[in-house]
């Protein structure tokens, strides 16, 4: 009884405060960056945020929806057509200039097109390598999507604004990886401090992204 009162007290006096970190991926220009991934690592003592093990993308009209996935190492990402024709899953690690790394280790599975008043053809996979992978279809050779399986609790996609809130980070040192389809090498991580009232930041990176075209009128994730 007496032990674990005193660890329970060691605990709480070795715990850094946690706060909020505010994220800002500036592009090449200084424009804020979306579609961008920020990963940050942080050595000091503290709650961890609960794993991401699950996510669904949809195939809805010729598009991977969401466009980029961001989940943690072991998770299992479903798929589902919703479009009235089939289309393939093609899964596999991505390397540099947005290329599969060993097509020969992808995974392929086809997704019957959906009949109207039925569920829709679905599958899935476990991700248990960290890093990105890219998401493509043979016979739709311009629907490209992306996943990020993180290797860090801390993970999330950027808004429009290239704005990212990361919560319950221990006060201290943080070091913060950018991940974006478009970048042509990994830039070099960044060590950022986050006081214990919270922290914003903006991180410059040398990625140029290809304007982004959207049908008018169609949001960007579909949702
Ligand atoms: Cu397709």
Redesign the pocket.
């Known amino acids: 009884m007496r032990v674990t009162l005193i660890c329970a007290l060691m605990g709480a006096a070795f715990a850094a405060q946690a706060a909020d970190l505010t994220i800002t991926v500036l592009d090449r220009t200084g424009k804020p960056l979306p579609d961008a991934v920020v990963l940050v690592d942080s050595s000091a003592q503290g709650a961890r945020p609960a794993p991401v093990l699950d996510a669904t993308i949809s195939?809805e009209k010729?598009r991977f929806v969401p466009a980029v996935t961001v989940v943690s190492l072991g998770a299992k990402v479903s798929f589902n057509n919703l479009?009235s024709?089939?289309?393939?899953v093609i899964l596999g690690v991505m390397g540099a200039g947005g290329v599969y790394v060993d097509p020969g280790q992808n995974t392929q599975f086809r997704l019957a097109g959906r009949v109207a008043g039925k569920p829709p053809a679905t599958d899935s996979k476990v991700l248990n390598q960290p890093g990105a992978y890219l998401l493509g279809?043979?016979?739709?050779s311009s629907?490209k999507g992306h996943i990020v399986v993180a290797d860090t609790p801390w993970a999330k996609l950027v808004g429009e604004d290239g704005k990212v809130v990361l919560p319950g980070l221990p006060e201290g040192p943080a070091r913060v990886r950018i991940w974006h389809a478009e970048q042509l090498v990994e830039g070099a991580p960044v060590t950022v401090q986050v006081a214990a009232s919270g922290s914003a930041v903006s991180i410059p990176t040398q990625i140029s992204p290809a304007r982004r075209k959207r049908p008018a009128g169609e949001t960007p994730y579909g949702s």
């Open positions: 195939q010729l479009d024709w089939d289309h393939h279809c043979h016979i739709h629907m």
